[in-house]
């Protein structure tokens, strides 16, 4: 009985440190994901949260230079979670680890406040170059469910990155980019010319250029049709 109570307090000091030390990533919980019940089961059973937790305590260990140990920290929270976040990546405040398996954030990775990151997202480098090879995300960003940005490139605030994009160039801040290679289809809240968008979704580049070619096709055999019967 009494190793059950000793348990007990320890899991409510632990559920506690957390909420301290870790508010802004638990307000994140609750703010962009409906499924949040309470501060309990985030706490304990949200490996997102748990990834970020380590991490953080990884990285102090790689800024103080300890050898092996914060990727050892590292690799064990990948086991667990899924999520490998390198100790040596720069993360602001407010991070927000949907699901998060396989999510990869890269050692030169530098992410901004209040990023939202959804399952299968990659932070990766593009070869074997030395120094800064990963990308750098601004503020308030949403990166979707497998989307993959690559090289030294720059993310400006308030971006959203569609589902599956690739993104390989700089992004302006206030963008909606979708596609392989990623396009910017919205910029500072416009509509790019020739993209339709609508609120519920975002549009697909590649169907839409396809179509606009059918359309062409289906005038071109129209036009053709007709002069075939003027001929006759």
Do not use: C, W
Not at 123 to 150: C, D, M, Q, Y
Not at 161 to 168: E, K, L, P, R, W
């Amino acid at each position: 009985m009494q190793i059950l109570f000793v348990i007990i307090l320890a899991v409510i000091a632990a559920v506690i440190l957390v909420a301290v030390l870790f508010r802004s990533e638990v307000k994140a919980v609750f703010e962009r994901d409906p499924a949040a019940k309470n501060i309990l089961e985030v706490i304990l059973l949200y490996s997102g949260l748990h990834a970020i937790i380590a991490y953080r305590l990884a990285h102090v260990f790689y800024l103080a230079k300890i050898p092996f140990l914060p990727r050892f920290i590292s690799q064990v929270t990948k086991f667990f979670t899924g999520i490998e976040i390198h100790p040596g990546a720069s993360i602001g405040k407010g991070l927000f680890i949907d699901h998060g398996m396989g999510v990869v954030i890269g050692e030169t990775s530098i992410v901004g406040d209040n990023v939202t990151l959804f399952q299968g997202v990659t932070l990766g480098g593009t070869g074997k170059e030395k120094g800064k090879r990963h990308p750098t995300l601004g503020s308030n960003i949403v990166v979707g469910t497998g989307a993959k940005v690559l090289g030294n490139i720059k993310v400006g605030d308030g971006v959203m990155i569609g589902a599956n994009a690739v993104v390989v160039k700089d992004i302006p801040a206030d963008s909606t980019v979708v596609g392989v290679p990623g396009r910017v289809v919205k910029k500072e809240g416009k509509e790019i010319p020739g993209i339709r968008l609508d609120h519920t979704s975002l549009p697909d580049p590649l169907a839409q250029a396809l179509e606009h070619l059918q359309d062409e096709i289906n005038q071109i055999e129209g036009e053709l049709k007709k002069h075939r019967q003027n001929l006759k």
